[in-house]
């Protein structure tokens, strides 16, 4: 695969090129590393694309999953200890559910890195909410998110997001003080 395109948001890519370069070149040779044709092996059942080969995103995801542990890069799991002081008088919370958890897909030496191939929304979570999450929690300083291109957004089951259309949600929203460093990286096949 390649790295089609690069989003600094909150100063993300001059801070990781400043804090670890070598670390993103290990990213950037992990992306090189995944070869896009092994994963072009779903068939489409949807109305728009039935019968049409398409990249399979959990085969992706896979193969990421791989070349990051190869690499010495870890998840990062941690805890929720769901508060129970918001509930209405009375209410039962019996239901609430014990053993839930956050998990970042890769850490290594304070830089997270999330693989996304599902909906905007996650995406944008991902770099919004969850980065500065691992951040106050002391699991990470910056981070790198990687995203398809529209044209290898395309070629997978719709639905999945996309590099542009992220970081037009990016720059519409702006930057927050308690935003993180984060590089995004468009991928294409």
């Given at each position: ?17 400043a ?34 080969l ?24 941690v ?7 918001h ?36 995406m ?47 720059e ?7 935003d ?10």
């Amino acid at each position: 695969m390649i790295i089609a395109g690069q989003f600094s948001f909150k100063g993300g890519k001059e801070v990781v090129n400043a804090q670890c370069p070598d670390l993103l070149a290990e990213v950037e040779a992990i992306i090189q590393r995944v070869d896009s044709s092994k994963h072009k092996r779903k068939r489409s059942k949807e109305k728009t694309m039935r019968g049409q080969l398409l990249y399979s995103p959990i085969s992706i995801n896979k193969a990421f999953k791989r070349e990051f542990l190869k690499r010495s890069w870890s998840p990062i799991r941690v805890p929720c200890d769901y508060s129970t002081a918001h509930y209405s008088e009375g209410y039962d919370n019996k239901r609430l559910r014990a053993g839930a958890f956050r998990e970042m897909d890769f850490v290594k030496r304070s830089l997270g890195v999330e693989v996304q191939f599902g909906k905007y929304a996650f995406m944008v979570y991902n770099v919004c909410a969850k980065m500065t999450i691992f951040r106050n929690l002391g699991h990470i300083r910056f981070g790198i998110e990687i995203v398809p291109v529209k044209a290898f957004a395309d070629e997978m089951s719709s639905g999945v997001s996309y590099f542009e259309q992220f970081i037009w949600d990016l720059e519409a929203r702006g930057v927050a003080d308690i935003d993180v460093p984060v590089l995004i990286l468009g991928i294409d096949a």
